[in-house]
């Protein structure tokens, strides 16, 4: 699994709707074009809903 960074977390959330589970979260980190390992590690997330990108962002890097 390759390494993500915040910077990266941010570039893939751009424009995403809270609250927002993590397939709508996984699609706009997709439509934002972030690497396909990012959107597998967002749809592979324990929590299914989110409030906001700092909730996504302490998700992914507890990982």
């Known amino acids: 699994m390759s390494r993500i960074n915040p910077t990266d977390v941010q570039k893939a959330l751009k424009g995403a709707s809270y ?6 979260l996984a ?16 749809s592979d997330l324990d929590r299914d809903s989110f409030d906001g990108p ?7 890097f507890r990982r």
């Open 19 to 24: 609250p927002a589970d993590r397939e709508e």
């Open 27 to 42: 699609e706009t980190a997709r439509s934002n074009g972030a690497d396909e390992s990012l959107v597998d590690q967002i």
């Open 54 to 60: 700092d909730e996504v962002s302490q998700a992914l």
